[in-house]
């Protein structure tokens, strides 16, 4: 097994992206309950972001979502993120909010519509020139209710269409990527439902266009690391949403509900070079806190994905391969759960610590007095996105 001093140098590399909407109020569509200190501003949700960044040296980017997070000076945002010291990320586009999207957004039979949801992604592209983000974030509510309410065919030729059209617009450094999700909010059929459906769309697109896999986004049961593994073989995992769940897209914290899971996907994540330098993959949270405090539940988040990340980077690769080129099944899967069951929590201690960070980021933050503090200033804290 590889010392822990020898994967500090891949540590030290992992940057986990906070998505804004995490430190807005959210729910299920029961009951949204408000933590007192919830942001009211975009300006607020980068402040928490920071926070999260200071305490772990993990999160030093923020995803923005598009319209929940409009400003009229992106570049200044920027400036104050930067201030914040964080930088703004991936920009989120939303076509799944406006009444005119009902039946479909880059999908609709309704040039029209069509018009309208491609214009609201030109839209995001200038703000990403204006912010510096490399990345387009698109993830379509699209899909039908009933069978034969909608030609799903052609409703592929348009898809293509459309991105092609956002696609031809982006600028050299720039990404497109297309999350996929197998249900919801159609339950018949959604136009982008699996991997499959995503890189089959990017792949006609271009060198710049990716897959992007929400650990949410799948049928229970599902073999995600093989997807990992896949896509990483085919040149297009452009990005991860992280999160976790039990039943449906719960977006719980990752690494909560299944922490093997993570860890076996960011074995593979590693195995196909997706934490090697200049690695195009991106990683992301995207995540909901609806009865947790929202800030420390994104600590503890990218806090679960180092520590797993830590675990798979101890996974003693040699010895795998001869176990497994010898048939050794036993062997083979002994060692990887060894890998799996180091308890890495005590170095990880001692790595924040000789990186001045604090060794105990979640109890750093319950000492730091920031949730009184916001708690204090911030009154009528807003929703994430939903119904807001
Ligand atoms: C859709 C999704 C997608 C959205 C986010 C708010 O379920 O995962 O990434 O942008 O939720
Ligand atoms: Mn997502
Ligand atoms: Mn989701």
């Known amino acids: ?62 995803a923005l979502h598009i319209p929940w997070d409009k400003v009229d000076d992106y570049a200044a945002l920027q400036r104050y993120a930067n201030d914040q010291g964080v930088t703004l990320g991936t920009i989120n586009s939303n076509t ?53 309410q909608a030609d799903i065919r052609t409703r592929q030729d348009l898809l293509h269409e459309a991105l092609a059209e956002i696609y031809a617009q982006l600028g050299a450094e720039q990404r497109l990527v297309l999350e996929y999700k197998f249900f ?109 405090d929202k800030v420390p539940g994104q600590i503890r988040s990218v806090l679960n994905v180092q520590e ?4 798979a980077l101890l996974l003693d690769r040699e010895a795998l391969g001869k176990a497994q080129e010898s048939g050794d099944v036993l062997a083979a899967n002994a060692i990887y759960m060894d890998a799996f069951y180091t308890d890495v929590r005590p170095m990880l201690a001692g790595y924040r610590a000789a990186r001045g960070l604090p060794e105990d980021p979640m109890a750093a933050f319950a000492e730091s007095g920031y949730l009184p503090k916001i708690a204090a200033e911030r009154v009528g804290g807003q929703q994430a996105g939903w119904g807001a």
Request: with cysteine.
């Open 96 to 148: 799944f909010q406006d009444d005119a999207y009902k039946l479909g957004s880059l999908t609709h039979t309704d040039a029209a519509v069509r018009r309208q949801a491609i214009d609201h992604h030109l839209e995001c592209l200038e703000i990403m020139d204006a912010t510096g983000s490399q990345d387009l974030k698109i993830w379509l509510a699209d899909g039908s209710n009933y069978p034969g």
């Open 1 to 62: 097994m590889p010392r822990f001093d020898d994967i500090t140098p891949v540590l030290d590399r992992l940057a986990i992206e906070v998505p804004s909407w995490a430190y807005g109020n959210s729910g299920t569509r029961f009951k949204v309950f408000s933590t007192p200190g919830t942001p009211r501003t975009p300006e607020e949700k980068i402040a928490d972001a920071a926070q999260v960044h200071r305490l772990t040296g993990l999160a030093p980017t923020v």
């Open 308 to 311: 797993m990340t830590a675990r």
């Open 184 to 292: 919801e909010p159609a339950f018949y059929h959604t136009d982008v439902p699996d991997w499959g459906t995503s890189y089959a769309q990017v792949a006609a697109l271009g060198d710049q266009a990716f897959v992007c896999l929400d650990t949410g986004h799948h049928a229970p049961g599902t073999n995600i690391e093989f997807i990992v593994a896949q896509l990483l073989r085919l040149g297009k995992l452009g990005s991860f949403d992280f999160n976790s769940r039990f039943y449906a897209d719960d977006d719980l914290i990752v690494g909560a509900a299944d922490p093997f899971q993570l860890f076996r996907i960011m074995a593979e994540v590693i195995r196909g070079g997706g934490l090697d330098e200049g690695s195009q993959v991106a990683l992301m949270l995207d995540q909901c806190h609806n009865i947790e």
